[in-house]
């Protein structure tokens, strides 16, 4: 007989692109001066971290309404992230590279997580 594998959390590449990118953004904020850690910083570092951890409240929840739920609040973080990048490039607080490298990898984010969601959608029946 087959053994069933069982999806983990780790498996999950929306999951893996947020958890990096959360670590990313917060290695370029905590070098920042107090006043843009306070006002932009604090906000970018918050809205970047609830992606993943939106993905993951949502993995831990039985049914797939809840699990759908929490996926969507983490693609509503997404659009967050989007603005934040944007303003603390236009404030001189990140660089060039770093700017695109953040707007790229958000950018893959929300196709990333619809196909969690239709998966989550396929595979449950509750």
């Known amino acids: 007989m087959e053994e069933k594998k069982y999806l983990k959390l780790n498996d999950i590449e929306c999951y893996k692109i947020a958890f990096h ?3 990313y953004v917060w290695e370029i ?3 920042w001066n107090l006043f843009a850690k306070r006002t932009i910083g604090e906000q970018f570092v918050d809205a970047i971290d609830s992606i993943s951890a939106n993905i993951a409240e949502g993995f831990g929840r039985y049914n797939k309404k809840d699990k759908i739920k929490f996926y ?3 693609q509503d973080s997404v659009n967050e992230c989007l603005d934040w990048n944007q ?3 236009l404030r001189k ?3 060039e590279e770093e700017y695109n490298y953040i707007f790229s990898e ?3 984010l929300p196709n990333a997580i619809n196909s969690l969601i239709a998966y ?3 595979k449950l029946k509750l």
């Open 21 to 23: 990118l959360s670590n």
């Open 29 to 31: 904020v905590v070098k």
């Open 72 to 74: 969507r609040y983490s």
């Open 87 to 89: 303003k603390a490039k």
């Open 93 to 95: 607080l990140l660089l």
């Open 106 to 108: 958000l950018k893959k």
């Open 120 to 122: 989550t959608n396929e």
